[in-house]
């Protein structure tokens, strides 16, 4: 079946449908990963958005559902140049179409990505749609594309209700704005035990609970459209509990802070991007995937200072809050899909766990 991705500056690309053959409008990025396409379609951060895949073969491992992020996939949609019919690989439990097809994703393939990818670098990432429909009516398309916003992602994506992992160790409450499973296995695995809540929790049940510490999740859309969110993350911070804040939970906290963000042009999103650790000079390979960053020079200098610095476009990637036992980066320590390079900040919270009880 024919399929067709039409964005808001009028360019379309003809292709073939794969998943589900429904129409859909979205923010329309990329991710240059060439592995990990599962992990990223149930990376709750991509609610909103529908996913363009620069490297060519997408799906040629087929779908382990034990690498899973969350328990379905967010995208509106997935866009590739060519989906595996036959996946190779032992560990395989379905196809990747059929896996869409389960989700009511709906995607295209047999476009031109790199084409594609061209123009998202050069005017930014735009909203467009994928439709099946042939006889579309390009002005009354495009009005319906350039309207589109993604709204309440967050409230879409979080936890409905509280949910613990057991654990002997230090106590981590961890807000939920759209978390990957993998920041909990990770503090799970260093024996924390982790309540994970939802967004909207207030600080007061939180800091009632007497946490060690307390993890601010990934998650997406803007972070300034989360002003409840952003006024219980203030008191959160002011409680003096140690903090580790991840991506949006990154954003979210220097904004409490009087820091601003700006959307970046195309975002950072793939497993391939080079972070700087401002204390050391030592570069390590991050998985990324955000389109908001901390905008530099706007962290009050009094309150944090930046400790890691993209080594390819210099935007903030993490901040060290001065005279207080909280650090965030904008990049994905959990990573999954990705490298593991940065896994020892989540020791690093654990020893600043310690250290604040010993106190």
Same mark, same amino acid.
């Given at each position: 079946m024919k399929a067709f991705l039409i964005l808001a500056d009028g360019h379309v690309f003809q292709g073939t449908s794969i998943g589900a053959a429904r129409e859909v409008i979205s923010e329309i990025v990329f991710n240059t990963s060439m592995t990990g396409y599962l992990e990223i379609l149930t990376d709750p951060s991509y609610a909103g958005q529908a996913v363009v895949m620069t490297y060519p073969l997408i799906g040629n491992y087929g779908v382990c559902y034990e690498d899973m992020e969350d328990d379905k996939p967010w995208p509106d949609g997935l866009i590739v140049r060519e989906i595996a019919s036959c996946p190779s690989n032992f560990r395989s439990e379905n196809n990747l179409d059929q896996f869409l097809k389960d989700n009511d994703i709906p995607g295209i393939a047999g476009i031109d990505t790199r084409a594609l990818t061209k123009i998202l670098r050069s005017q930014g990432t735009m909203n467009g749609m994928i439709t099946t429909d042939e006889n579309y009516n390009l002005d009354e398309v495009l009005k319906k594309i350039k309207a589109f916003k993604a709204v309440d992602v967050v409230k879409k994506v979080t936890c409905s209700e509280k949910q613990v992992l057991p654990g002997d160790g230090f106590k981590v409450a961890l807000m939920d704005f759209?978390?990957?499973?993998?920041?909990?296995?990770? %503090?799970?695995?260093?024996?924390?035990?982790?309540?994970?809540?939802?967004?909207?929790?207030?600080?007061?049940?939180?800091?009632?609970?007497?946490?060690?510490?307390?993890? %601010?999740?990934?998650?997406?859309?803007?972070?300034?459209?989360?002003?409840?969110?952003?006024?219980?993350?203030?008191? %959160?911070?002011?409680?003096d509990i140690p903090m580790f804040g991840i991506c949006l939970g990154h954003q979210l906290l220097a904004l409490a802070n009087g820091a601003d963000t700006r959307k970046m042009k195309w975002g950072h999103r793939g497993a391939n991007h080079p972070v700087k650790d401002l204390s050391t000079g030592r570069v390590y390979i991050s998985t990324q995937n955000h389109g908001y960053v901390v905008a530099d020079k706007t962290v009050p200098e009094d309150v944090a200072e930046v400790s890691f610095l993209n080594a390819n476009d210099a935007s903030t990637e993490g901040l060290h809050y001065l005279g207080k036992n909280v650090f965030t980066v904008q990049f994905h320590p959990e990573a999954c899909g990705g490298p593991q390079d940065t896994a020892f900040l989540f020791d690093r919270f654990i020893n600043m766990m310690e250290v604040s009880k010993d106190a």
């Amino acid at each position: 079946m024919k399929a067709f991705l039409i964005l808001a500056d009028g360019h379309v690309f003809q292709g073939t449908s794969i998943g589900a053959a429904r129409e859909v409008i979205s923010e329309i990025v990329f991710n240059t990963s060439m592995t990990g396409y599962l992990e990223i379609l149930t990376d709750p951060s991509y609610a909103g958005q529908a996913v363009v895949m620069t490297y060519p073969l997408i799906g040629n491992y087929g779908v382990c559902y034990e690498d899973m992020e969350d328990d379905k996939p967010w995208p509106d949609g997935l866009i590739v140049r060519e989906i595996a019919s036959c996946p190779s690989n032992f560990r395989s439990e379905n196809n990747l179409d059929q896996f869409l097809k389960d989700n009511d994703i709906p995607g295209i393939a047999g476009i031109d990505t790199r084409a594609l990818t061209k123009i998202l670098r050069s005017q930014g990432t735009m909203n467009g749609m994928i439709t099946t429909d042939e006889n579309y009516n390009l002005d009354e398309v495009l009005k319906k594309i350039k309207a589109f916003k993604a709204v309440d992602v967050v409230k879409k994506v979080t936890c409905s209700e509280k949910q613990v992992l057991p654990g002997d160790g230090f106590k981590v409450a961890l807000m939920d704005f759209g978390a990957k499973k993998n920041i909990a296995r990770e %503090l799970h695995k260093r024996g924390c035990e982790v309540t994970i809540y939802p967004a909207y929790t207030s600080a007061e049940e939180i800091i009632a609970s007497n946490p060690d510490g307390i993890m %601010l999740s990934n998650g997406p859309g803007d972070p300034k459209d989360c002003g409840p969110i952003i006024e219980e993350v203030k008191k %959160l911070y002011h409680s003096d509990i140690p903090m580790f804040g991840i991506c949006l939970g990154h954003q979210l906290l220097a904004l409490a802070n009087g820091a601003d963000t700006r959307k970046m042009k195309w975002g950072h999103r793939g497993a391939n991007h080079p972070v700087k650790d401002l204390s050391t000079g030592r570069v390590y390979i991050s998985t990324q995937n955000h389109g908001y960053v901390v905008a530099d020079k706007t962290v009050p200098e009094d309150v944090a200072e930046v400790s890691f610095l993209n080594a390819n476009d210099a935007s903030t990637e993490g901040l060290h809050y001065l005279g207080k036992n909280v650090f965030t980066v904008q990049f994905h320590p959990e990573a999954c899909g990705g490298p593991q390079d940065t896994a020892f900040l989540f020791d690093r919270f654990i020893n600043m766990m310690e250290v604040s009880k010993d106190a």
